[in-house]
């Protein structure tokens, strides 16, 4: 290669500039031996290894640009062993890479013993080279849990005889900070939910006024009915729990609704929200949120209720994503104001 970064035929081997007149013979080199081939020519040309980039109107450039292709495209078939697809996964503090950028992930043996045709078959520890993607976000969610109330404080499941309960002095607090930690996220074009229940309608209404929003009321987010457990403590759900188990991995309350029953309706409100612009933000209660995390994550539903795992405090938030992967929490629930 010249000081001017012309790629001059010398850099290409006599079987490279043979492949690439004609393509590979598939009678005479299996996937990884042309591949091998095709690959090393790109990297003599400075495509994969980012040294230059190659005179197109040469001959020696265009056949480097046909290797290129040829080797992302025996790749892309799954034929070659040495080239993984593209890992779909954020920058952190161990992948630190931009999009696009050739990430070396490791070593492998290459599949062939014996010196072949352009030295490329080796039998020896070879780069793996992926290309680093970032995951493609498709929604973004914000749940809250509800300030304080009476029925809070009290500490006794009340479920749809709590309907008409209003936040305490202590629940607007929270409201008010919850607000100040929304406004502070700088949103793009932020969209207030709330249940039917007035908690939740009272938790929202301080966000949407610092945020120039108005709250919408939504159907199918509000809290699990207990049924016939309406009136104990909080502290049965720890102490009876077992009575709550059902078949299938389920936790029902009898005469009452099951967690998949919540999971169910809150899940058709979402469809509702995420299919518009802009940033959903919805705010409803403990039980509610519990059952719809455990279907967006995919966790196991028995376990997760027994340990509190998605348990909130008031005024809780919790951000997620959506990816090709599905939903992840990107922020485990902030606690505003716990109680």
């Given at each position: 290669m010249?000081r001017?970064?012309t790629?001059?035929?010398r850099?290409?081997t006599?079987?490279?500039r043979?492949i ?7 009678r005479?080199?299996?996937?990884n031996?042309?591949?091998g081939?095709?690959a090393?020519?790109a990297?003599?040309?400075g495509?994969?290894?980012g040294?230059a980039?190659p005179?197109l109107?040469t001959?020696?450039g265009?056949?480097?640009r046909?290797?290129a ?6 790749a892309g ?5 040495r080239l993984r697809?593209p890992e ?5 503090g161990d ?8 990430v ?6 290459s ?5 072949g ?6 039998a020896?520890?070879r780069?793996v080279?992926t290309?680093y993607t970032p995951?493609?976000t498709?929604?973004?969610?914000f ?7 009476t ?12 309907q008409?309960d209003e936040?305490?002095?202590e629940?607007?607090?929270?409201a008010?900070?919850?607000a100040?930690k ?5 949103l793009d074009?932020p969209?207030i939910?709330?249940s039917?229940?007035?908690r ?11 945020l120039?929003?108005?709250v919408t ?10 049924g016939d457990?309406?009136?104990r403590?909080?502290?049965d759900l720890?102490?009876g729990?077992?009575?709550l ?6 936790v029902?309350?009898?005469g009452g609704?099951s967690?998949?029953?919540v999971?169910?309706r809150?899940e058709?409100?979402?469809r509702s929200?995420l299919g518009?612009?802009g940033?959903p933000?919805?705010?409803s209660h403990g039980?509610?949120?519990?059952s719809?995390?455990?279907r967006?994550?995919?966790?196991p539903v028995v376990e997760?209720w027994?340990s509190?795992?998605?348990a ?8 997620l994503?959506?990816?090709i992967?599905?939903?992840q929490i ?5 606690k505003?104001?716990?109680?």
């Amino acid at each position: 290669m010249g000081r001017t970064g012309t790629v001059r035929p010398r850099y290409l081997t006599p079987s490279l500039r043979r492949i690439s007149r004609r393509g590979p013979d598939p009678r005479r080199y299996s996937p990884n031996q042309s591949g091998g081939l095709l690959a090393g020519g790109a990297r003599n040309a400075g495509i994969l290894a980012g040294a230059a980039r190659p005179d197109l109107r040469t001959g020696a450039g265009r056949v480097a640009r046909g290797a290129a292709g040829h080797f992302q495209r025996l790749a892309g078939r799954g034929e070659h062993a040495r080239l993984r697809l593209p890992e779909r996964r954020p920058p952190s503090g161990d992948c630190p890479h931009p999009p696009g950028k050739l990430v070396q992930r490791g070593t492998v043996r290459s599949l062939r013993g014996a010196a072949g045709p352009g030295r490329v078959g080796r039998a020896a520890l070879r780069p793996v080279l992926t290309v680093y993607t970032p995951p493609v976000t498709f929604s973004r969610l914000f749940l809250a849990r509800h300030g304080q109330t009476t029925g809070n404080v009290a500490g006794v499941l009340r479920g749809v005889d709590s309907q008409h309960d209003e936040l305490t002095a202590e629940g607007h607090a929270q409201a008010q900070a919850l607000a100040r930690k929304l406004a502070a996220l700088n949103l793009d074009s932020p969209r207030i939910y709330a249940s039917t229940y007035t908690r939740t309608q009272q938790t929202a209404a301080p966000a949407a006024e610092l945020l120039g929003v108005s709250v919408t009321v939504l159907e199918g987010i509000q809290e699990i009915d207990p049924g016939d457990w309406r009136g104990r403590p909080y502290s049965d759900l720890k102490t009876g729990f077992d009575e709550l188990v059902g078949p299938d991995d389920n936790v029902s309350f009898p005469g009452g609704e099951s967690q998949r029953d919540v999971a169910d309706r809150f899940e058709t409100a979402l469809r509702s929200v995420l299919g518009l612009p802009g940033t959903p933000i919805v705010v409803s209660h403990g039980g509610a949120l519990t059952s719809l995390l455990i279907r967006l994550l995919r966790v196991p539903v028995v376990e997760s209720w027994r340990s509190d795992r998605f348990a909130q405090a008031n005024a809780e938030l919790t951000e997620l994503i959506q990816t090709i992967d599905g939903w992840q929490i990107k922020q485990r629930p902030e606690k505003i104001w716990r109680i």
